[in-house]
């Protein structure tokens, strides 16, 4: 080997980068003065992006693969600055590696909570958390918004700016979904996916990507879940007053039980007083002898049916079942008169319908002629 061949062969570089850690997104190749030779190889991974600047402008963008750093396998560079051959490096670029795979497991959640209005419980206040993943989907725009100069970026750095544009979409997409906070825990599906479509063009406006976004938990402040609990409570107690004489009649057995227990005449007489009082509820509709509760009012009688008869081409009506029996009195309605009435495909004759055949079995005859 010659030592021109030898000298030349010290600019050949060998560009790549191979990342052991799990949150590294974006690092740049650091090279001294940041030369890049002509004819570098560049070496691109699946997973992997390289963004190619020059003299601080954006140069080009390399999807995974082996590339040789040379003037026709780079348009973009042809018009930036012509490469010239030789010892002197012919330009002063710098290369950035972006990570395209998915970052798992990144978290958000509320700060404050979030006021929305309930059907049910009327203003409340909810909080919720999650996690969800990120992915750059344009390397080119993620360096421009995201990193800048900055060497090397993580996930802890950007996942703070998506953090907020998920939990500031939160409160919007929790009011205008229309779901009772009761409801929610079974509806945390439908609300992420509501939350990741409404988040999507914000972050894509930074090269960003949310394949996937759950909601873990929504809960209540801890007042409102304590009532919450006593609600529960008292429907599996049911019966308040059956429920009261219950413990009334353990406390009795207790006291029975343990006649010699110190205090054990007093527990005594205290069982006998209960048991007295629980025999006089007992003994009186109601819990502990209160009075019986009002009976609930009847409910509403059912709506009269109503019919429609057809006479001549024309519709009369509608008539009640009442109307409809004078009018077999007066001889203005028979067996034969065609009549429909809400629920009916069609007008059928009066006598066939059970309702109304009745009116003519009860009807008196019509009645004789006048001498």
Avoid: C
């Amino acid at each position: 080997m010659s030592l021109w061949d030898k000298l030349t062969g010290e600019f050949i570089d060998v560009i790549e980068w191979t990342d052991d850690s799990r949150d590294t997104m974006v690092w740049r190749f650091e090279r001294h003065g940041a030369e890049i030779k002509y004819g570098a190889k560049l070496t691109v991974r699946e997973g992997q992006a390289a963004v190619f600047v020059h003299e601080g402008q954006l140069a080009d963008v390399f999807q995974p693969g082996l590339y040789m750093l040379e003037t026709n396998n780079m348009p973009v560079m042809t018009t930036l600055q012509h490469w010239d051959h030789g010892f002197q490096s012919p330009f002063k670029s710098e290369i950035y590696y972006v990570s395209t795979r998915r970052f798992q497991d990144l978290k958000w959640g509320t700060k404050n909570p979030v006021m929305l209005r309930d059907p049910e419980f009327g203003p409340i206040r909810l909080r919720a958390f999650g996690t969800y993943s990120a992915r750059v989907i344009d390397p080119a725009l993620f360096l421009t918004e995201i990193v800048g100069t900055d060497g090397e970026v993580t996930t802890e750095e950007v996942a703070f700016q998506l953090r907020n544009v998920i939990v500031s979409r939160f409160s919007n997409a929790l009011a205008s979904s229309g779901i009772a906070a009761l409801d929610l825990a079974a509806n945390t599906d439908e609300l992420a996916e509501l939350l990741r479509k409404r988040v999507a063009p914000e972050l894509a406006a930074y090269g960003v990507e949310t394949p996937a976004l759950m909601i873990e938990n929504i809960s209540l402040p801890q007042e409102v879940e304590k009532a919450l609990d006593r609600r529960t409570s008292m429907g599996v107690v049911g019966d308040l007053g059956k429920y009261a004489q219950f413990q009334a009649a353990e406390a009795m057995r207790a006291a029975a039980e343990n006649p010699g227990a110190a205090g054990g005449g007093m527990g005594a007489g205290i069982g006998m007083g209960m048991g007295m009082g629980m025999a006089r509820g007992m003994a009186q509709p109601g819990p502990w002898g209160q009075a019986p509760a009002a009976a609930p009012p009847p409910p509403p009688p059912p709506a009269e049916r109503v019919w429609h008869l057809a006479e001549n081409g024309a519709t009369k009506g509608p008539y009640g079942r009442g109307d409809l029996g004078r009018m077999v009195q007066e001889g203005a309605f028979s067996r034969e008169t065609l009549v429909w009435s809400p629920g009916y495909e069609g007008w059928k004759p009066a006598g066939e319908i059970t309702e109304l055949a009745q009116l003519f079995t009860i009807a008196p005859p019509p009645p004789p002629p006048s001498a």
